[in-house]
């Protein structure tokens, strides 16, 4: 044991000495800036330190803040008004004058109880009263407003009722079967109804909401399983489709330009220059298509293969599956946080929470009039609060971007290693950040905060920059794209990569990062292929999750007009479930994308750290081949210099036997 333990430290020792030479060597810099590159070649047993130290005082003090602040607005606050409705006079269904009558209703006009004919029946919309319960029956009566003074007895007199539900558990619905003259009535009051009745209503059906995410979920896991198996094939088909249609397209418009023979299709003859005009843009979209095509050839099946890396990557580590849905819920915890907090300040103001509105207009044309005063010092904690949050949640992210980059690089540099399997490698990360780099991690998710605008429109032009669009555009603001490129381009959260291999603070890394690595064209290809994918991803994941909420909304309870779950507009309640799955899907896209940067990061340094022998070894040192084997060596990229592990012979050493590639060792 002790021997093969000194064997591997000398194996380890040697391949450090050859590679800071050689490196030295080839990039024409010292022996510190290559030491950089090799020291962190395993992300487990690099030689930590702790970085940023002094950025973990203010984010505590911003915790504190925003903790501060949410016990400030609860003081006062009167969330509970937001969860009930006023009747005509402006007090709450349920709240301190109407405790007992939760429930908001609309009476019946006074000449309606007289006719039979139930279509010809009307509601008082511009008098609604609160009542205990909602009538279920025509048998009943309800002591409602008729005109005058609200004081006197003679304003107030007995209606008859009609068939309702009760909704949301704030206001009663009139049935759809018994009342539907009624029910219309009731859907003209909802549209001039308080905003914060149709957020109730949408929150009522929230079970369609979790379906869509558990639909979005497994889309998502079968995402990126799709992608571990045939990304390369996908990005082929992507370009050729969108070539074959943009050909397509310009054949179409140009031969509609000449003849006019589509006049029925497009809606106008033959010579509009519009035609002309699109024809030209569709044949330009197929030059570029195809120029691509042939001059991305390579980079584009090296971009597909490190997609393929990266999802095999987060599809063997279980617990990096279940990372985008702790982020997911990291963020709603979040938003919610700051919706209490500012709905506490919003109703901390309200008259005893009764006087908040100054006319009732259910059914009107007027617009809602709130009694709300709202101070400027709630402003300032508001705006106060909104920024502790913003920053809490990049912090958030930046250290789950941190873990994903340690992972995806242990699992490129160790994956192959028999003698280093790491177990838990995703709390390994979280406990080398939290030990090692809190102060990084506050400090990037600060910096995006402020960057992020500028990451992705100026950030956008300048991985733009080697196309016919970004030539366009680096011809017009170049002294902003240098300005970006050199002083705020760094400062991505790429640069967290150096710190998760190389132990470097959030600086360095992000100089080392954008000098080394953002230069080489695998990166630009891969960063835009993951571009696409995240948009088509995201744009299925919305569309499922749509679909989801069409397809059970079409069965009971919510189809029967009999259940209070009834929904009679259901358009609303897709988009709301295509946007909870788009929200759940966003980190899930996400994260192949930080994996497969991680991958090739890892890829690209294993390289720079194994460069071509040159004065350390001496080449076929003990070889009595011909000069014709030599020259196959070339070909072959075998070197007697080299033993049985891959590492390089000093000058020096006892003679011995060299085989690395087996032709050559036949040949022996």
Same mark, same amino acid.
């Given at each position: 044991?002790?021997?093969?333990?000194?064997?591997?430290?000398?194996?380890?020792?040697?391949?450090?000495?050859?590679?800071?030479?050689?490196?030295?060597?080839?990039?024409?810099?010292?022996?510190?800036?290559?030491?950089?590159?090799?020291?962190?070649?395993?992300?487990?047993?690099?030689?930590?330190?702790?970085?940023?130290?002094?950025?973990?005082?203010?984010?505590?003090? /911003?915790?504190?803040?925003?903790?501060?602040?949410?016990?400030?607005?609860?003081?006062?606050? /009167?969330?509970?008004?937001?969860?009930?409705?006023?009747?005509?006079?402006?007090?709450?269904?349920?709240?301190?004058?109407?405790?007992?009558?939760?429930?908001?209703?609309?009476?019946?006009?006074?000449?309606?109880?007289?006719? $039979?004919?139930?279509? /010809?029946?009307?509601?008082?919309?511009?008098?609604?009263?609160?009542?205990?319960?909602?009538?279920?029956?025509?048998?009943?009566?309800?002591?409602?407003?008729?005109?005058?003074?609200?004081?006197?007895?003679?304003?107030?007199?007995?209606?008859?009722?009609?068939?309702?539900?009760?909704? =949301?558990?704030?206001?009663?619905?009139?049935?759809?079967?018994?009342?539907?003259?009624?029910?219309?009535?009731?859907?003209?009051?909802?549209?001039?109804?308080?905003?914060?009745?149709?957020?109730?209503?949408?929150?009522?059906?929230?079970?369609?909401?979790?379906?869509?995410?558990?639909?979005?979920?497994?889309?998502?896991?079968?995402?990126?399983?799709?992608?571990?198996?045939?990304?390369?094939?996908?990005?082929?088909?992507?370009?050729?489709?969108? =070539?074959?249609?943009?050909?397509?397209?310009?054949?179409?418009?140009?031969?509609?330009?000449?003849?006019?023979?589509?006049?029925?299709?497009?809606?106008?003859?033959?010579?509009?220059?519009?035609?002309?005009?699109?024809?030209?843009?569709?044949?330009?979209?197929?030059?570029?298509?195809?120029?691509?095509?042939?001059?991305?050839?390579?980079?584009?099946?090296?971009?597909?293969?490190?997609?393929?890396?990266?999802?095999?990557?987060?599809?063997?580590?279980?617990?990096?599956?279940?990372?985008?849905?702790?982020?997911?819920?990291?963020?709603?915890?979040?938003?919610?946080?700051?919706?209490?907090?500012?709905?506490?300040?919003?109703?901390?103001?309200?008259?005893?929470?009764?006087?908040?509105?100054?006319?009732?207009?259910?059914?009107?044309?007027?617009?809602?009039?709130?009694?709300?005063?709202?101070?400027?010092?709630?402003?300032?904690?508001?705006?106060?609060?909104?920024?502790?949050?913003?920053?809490?949640?990049?912090?958030?992210?930046?250290?789950?971007?941190?873990?994903?980059?340690?992972?995806?690089?242990?699992?490129?540099?160790?994956?192959?290693?028999?003698?280093?399997?790491?177990?838990?490698?995703?709390?390994?990360?979280?406990?080398?950040?939290?030990?090692?780099?809190?102060?990084?991690?506050?400090?990037?998710?600060?910096?995006?905060?402020?960057?992020?605008?500028?990451?992705?429109?100026?950030?956008?032009?300048?991985?733009?920059?080697?196309?016919?669009?970004?030539?366009?555009?680096?011809?017009?603001?170049?002294?902003?794209?240098?300005?970006?490129?050199?002083?705020?381009?760094?400062?991505?959260?790429?640069?967290?990569?150096?710190?998760?291999?190389?132990?470097?603070? $959030?600086?360095?890394?992000?100089?080392?990062?954008?000098?080394?690595? /953002?230069?080489?064209?695998?990166?630009?290809?891969?960063?835009?292929?993951?571009?696409?994918?995240?948009?088509?991803?995201?744009?299925?994941?919305?569309?499922?999750?749509?679909?989801?909420?069409?397809?059970?909304?079409?069965?009971?309870?919510?189809?029967?007009?009999?259940?209070?779950?009834?929904?009679?507009?259901?358009?609303?309640?897709?988009?709301?479930?295509?946007?909870?799955?788009?929200?759940?899907?966003?980190?899930?896209?996400?994260?192949?994308?930080?994996?497969?940067?991680?991958?090739?990061?890892?890829?690209?340094?294993?390289?720079?750290?194994?460069?071509?022998?040159?004065?350390?070894?001496?080449?076929?040192?003990?070889?009595?081949?011909?000069?014709?084997?030599?020259?196959?060596?070339?070909?072959?990229?075998?070197?007697?210099?080299?033993?049985?592990?891959?590492?390089?012979?000093?000058?020096?050493?006892?003679?011995?036997?060299?085989?690395?590639?087996?032709?050559?060792?036949?040949?022996?």
């Amino acid at each position: 044991m002790d021997s093969d333990t000194d064997d591997d430290s000398d194996k380890e020792a040697l391949l450090a000495t050859a590679t800071t030479t050689a490196t030295a060597a080839t990039n024409g810099t010292n022996g510190a800036s290559s030491a950089a590159e090799v020291k962190g070649l395993n992300p487990v047993t690099v030689v930590r330190r702790c970085t940023d130290c002094f950025w973990i005082v203010p984010f505590l003090l /911003n915790c504190a803040m925003c903790g501060v602040i949410t016990w400030h607005s609860d003081m006062h606050a /009167n969330l509970s008004a937001l969860f009930r409705l006023p009747d005509f006079m402006g007090h709450d269904c349920g709240g301190r004058f109407r405790m007992d009558k939760p429930y908001l209703y609309f009476c019946m006009e006074k000449p309606s109880e007289h006719i $039979f004919n139930e279509k /010809n029946k009307s509601l008082d919309l511009t008098h609604p009263i609160c009542v205990s319960k909602c009538p279920e029956t025509f048998n009943t009566s309800s002591l409602c407003y008729v005109g005058g003074n609200t004081n006197s007895s003679d304003a107030w007199e007995w209606v008859q009722d009609y068939p309702s539900q009760p909704l =949301a558990g704030c206001i009663c619905r009139p049935h759809i079967h018994f009342a539907v003259n009624l029910y219309k009535d009731y859907d003209k009051a909802l549209t001039t109804a308080p905003p914060n009745l149709t957020v109730l209503l949408y929150i009522r059906n929230w079970p369609i909401y979790m379906l869509s995410i558990f639909v979005s979920i497994c889309f998502s896991i079968a995402y990126i399983l799709m992608l571990s198996k045939c990304a390369r094939i996908l990005i082929w088909i992507s370009f050729l489709v969108v =070539a074959v249609a943009s050909g397509l397209m310009c054949i179409f418009f140009s031969y509609h330009f000449n003849t006019g023979y589509f006049k029925d299709v497009v809606g106008h003859r033959a010579g509009d220059p519009i035609d002309l005009m699109r024809g030209v843009g569709t044949f330009i979209v197929f030059v570029f298509s195809v120029c691509q095509m042939c001059s991305l050839r390579s980079s584009l099946d090296s971009a597909g293969r490190v997609l393929e890396l990266a999802c095999q990557c987060v599809l063997s580590t279980p617990s990096l599956v279940l990372m985008p849905l702790i982020l997911a819920l990291q963020r709603t915890w979040l938003l919610c946080w700051w919706l209490i907090v500012i709905g506490n300040y919003f109703t901390s103001e309200l008259q005893n929470g009764e006087t908040r509105v100054k006319h009732a207009v259910y059914g009107t044309t007027k617009q809602w009039e709130y009694v709300v005063i709202f101070p400027t010092i709630n402003k300032v904690y508001a705006v106060m609060f909104t920024f502790g949050l913003l920053w809490f949640n990049e912090v958030i992210t930046a250290a789950a971007t941190f873990v994903m980059y340690f992972t995806g690089q242990v699992w490129q540099l160790l994956n192959n290693s028999k003698k280093q399997q790491v177990r838990c490698r995703t709390v390994r990360g979280y406990c080398i950040m939290i030990r090692y780099h809190c102060g990084t991690v506050a400090l990037a998710g600060f910096l995006q905060l402020f960057l992020y605008p500028l990451h992705i429109t100026l950030g956008f032009f300048e991985d733009a920059g080697t196309g016919p669009v970004g030539f366009i555009l680096e011809s017009f603001c170049s002294c902003v794209l240098d300005f970006y490129r050199n002083n705020i381009g760094p400062f991505k959260r790429d640069a967290l990569q150096g710190v998760s291999l190389h132990s470097m603070s $959030f600086y360095e890394s992000a100089i080392h990062y954008h000098k080394r690595h /953002n230069a080489l064209e695998d990166v630009r290809v891969l960063n835009t292929q993951a571009k696409i994918f995240q948009i088509g991803g995201l744009s299925l994941a919305g569309l499922l999750g749509y679909l989801t909420v069409v397809y059970r909304l079409q069965l009971p309870p919510y189809e029967n007009p009999d259940e209070m779950e009834y929904v009679h507009e259901p358009f609303p309640y897709c988009v709301i479930g295509g946007a909870f799955a788009f929200w759940v899907a966003l980190p899930f896209v996400k994260i192949f994308d930080v994996v497969s940067d991680a991958v090739l990061y890892a890829m690209w340094t294993e390289k720079l750290a194994r460069p071509p022998p040159e004065d350390v070894m001496e080449t076929f040192r003990n070889c009595g081949w011909t000069r014709t084997v030599q020259k196959m060596s070339r070909y072959t990229g075998c070197h007697c210099g080299m033993n049985r592990d891959g590492l390089p012979i000093p000058k020096g050493a006892p003679p011995g036997k060299t085989i690395v590639n087996p032709a050559l060792q036949r040949l022996a």
